[in-house]
């Protein structure tokens, strides 16, 4: 049966101000006016996609809670928000659900990141995250840079589970770590499908189109990225797991106000 490409249009009261600070790049430092409701959180647009807001715990490549996330959620703009929903419509029927890791991110985390990258004897998660990459190279190779399209809250970092989930493993400061790209049974026991790598995973298998992971996990993200396709999203080729609406509502601006 064909995907539907319908999506829903969402027009914003109030939205003017905002579009308008948009059009020189600007930085946002605080939330939208209030009344326009330009973002809100996934999980009251639809409870049944699981969130696991990575980079509000310790199970990242920081190896900390980052600056800006004061709350697990996953916080989007409306209209990315309303095709997400549809593309977990699809997934439904099959038994499978979506998980975000990441959605809006603001400006003040990338900050963090970019600092944390600068500070080239902080390696503690190097083993897990970026086990065959240099720290110093983090910039050059594009894993790190000081804008990203999250902090425009139309991207999101996801992948897909089986229903039930699972319970994932629970990672606590100091488990020994293992290399992201490792055949699954032996990396981070995730509760996703197995997409050949974990998420964040700093490495070339990473890359979408990776002739390095084996047919089922070219499947899986194939499934993936037809599906956030059909509804308007997409994919970094880069990094399986990386969405940006195609239409966003603010292509030029890079909010920063915390997630709460």
């Given amino acids: 049966m064909p995907l539907s490409r319908r999506l829903g249009s969402l027009i914003l009261a109030g939205v003017v101000a905002v579009a308008l600070a948009a059009c020189d790049g600007s930085r946002v430092d605080a939330p939208p006016p209030p009344g326009t409701e330009s973002f809100v959180s996934i999980t009251d647009v639809d409870p049944t996609i699981i969130v696991e807001a990575r980079y509000f715990g310790q199970h990242n490549f920081l190896g900390t809670r980052v600056t800006g996330y004061e709350a697990p959620k996953c916080l989007l703009t409306e209209q990315a928000a309303a095709a997400l929903a549809q593309v977990q419509q699809e997934l439904r029927p099959m038994n499978l659900a979506l998980k975000t890791y990441d959605c809006y991110r603001p ?40 804008k990203s399209g999250h902090s425009r809250g139309s991207t999101l970092d996801l992948a897909i589970v089986a229903l039930p989930a699972a319970e994932p493993e629970q990672y606590r400061e100091g488990d020994p770590l293992r290399e992201c790209a490792l055949p699954t049974d032996q990396r981070f026991h995730d509760n996703i499908l197995d997409f050949g790598t974990g998420y964040d995973c700093f490495d070339p298998a990473a890359h979408t189109a990776s002739p390095a992971v084996g047919g089922t996990q070219r499947a899986m993200r194939t499934l993936l990225a037809n599906l956030m396709d059909e509804h308007g999203f997409k994919n970094l080729p880069e990094e399986w797991w990386h969405f940006t609406l195609r239409d966003e509502p603010f292509p030029q601006t890079y909010f920063d106000f915390p997630i709460r």
């Fill in 107 to 146: 400006q003040r985390a990338v900050d963090h990141f970019v600092a944390w990258a600068r500070d080239l004897g902080d390696v503690k998660m190097k083993a897990e995250f970026y086990p065959a990459v240099d720290k110093a190279n983090l910039f050059r190779d594009g894993y790190i840079a000081e």
